[in-house]
């Protein structure tokens, strides 16, 4: 996976770019088979609380999927856009985030807009779609440039178009209205979307039948988010006996 400097300007400026899905069909092959072999484990699993069920899911596959990770030219890409050598991994997931439970009890059909970080977070993110995710399949939507944009501003953005709509007696809590500028991103597992969470996003409403799953890792700089380190260590206890620049790669030491 070679990066073009084009492909790193139009990152920084928009957030986001597309490429030819580095794992090729053999890998995806792979990755569909090993994500349907651990999903019932998966999904009879408590999980301890804290620990992100789809980073679970991803350590439940483990090797393969973290070999993916490991990939030279893609740690190699992560370096270059986020112009730093000392990168870790600090967030994974695995499976249909379909399948997670909204807060008030309903099958999350939808997401709505928000920033997973900000202008400040410095970080890249690779998802690959396991199943085409097309506008029936609850697309992401992002709005590009926005990562470098105040949290308050887009706030304030986003509640307006949502009060534009007329759908709403009071201001609502969550917003998901159609923002002239988005794009939205139909993302097929031929190709892989390189792009920051720290852009602000939301996903269309699922109305497909279907599984809509994904695999998607973050890669950051010095100092960056390490949220998934306990799930890791418990689910792969042979960490302990990796090498010095594996336990760094995961963040599992400075
Ligand atoms: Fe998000």
Known sequence: MKITDAECTHFQRNGFFLVSNPLGKQGMREVDFLQQQVE??????????????????FFLVGEPLLRMVET?????????????????????GLGDASKTVA????????????????????????????DRHD?????????PGSQHRPRQEMITELLQLE??????????????????????????????LVWTP??????????????????????????????DVQAL????PAW???????KKLWGLID
Not at 40 to 57: H, I, K, L, S, V
């Open 40 to 57: 019932p484990e998966w999904e009879a699993t408590q999980f301890p609380q804290g620990f992100n069920r789809g980073a679970c899911q």
């Open 72 to 92: 030279p030219e893609i740690l190699q890409a992560a370096r270059q856009i986020l112009g730093d050598d000392n990168i870790h991994v600090g967030a994974c």
């Open 198 to 227: 720290s852009c602000w996003h939301a996903t269309g409403v699922k109305t497909a039948a279907g599984p809509r799953r994904a695999m998607a890792w973050n890669y950051y700089p010095t100092g960056g988010r390490t949220r």
């Open 103 to 130: 807060a008030d009890g309903r099958a999350q059909r939808q997401v709505h807009w928000h920033a997973d970080g900000g202008p400040e977070v410095r970080q890249v993110s690779l998802r690959t779609a396991l």
């Open 163 to 192: 009060l534009a709509t007329g759908t709403h007696d009071t201001p609502p809590d969550h917003c998901f209205a159609r923002h002239p500028d988005e794009v939205e991103v139909v993302l097929d597992p031929r190709f892989t």
């Open 135 to 143: 506008a029936s399949n609850a697309p992401l939507r992002v709005l």
């Open 233 to 236: 260590q418990q689910l792969l």
């Open 240 to 246: 302990e006996d990796w090498s010095e620049s594996r």
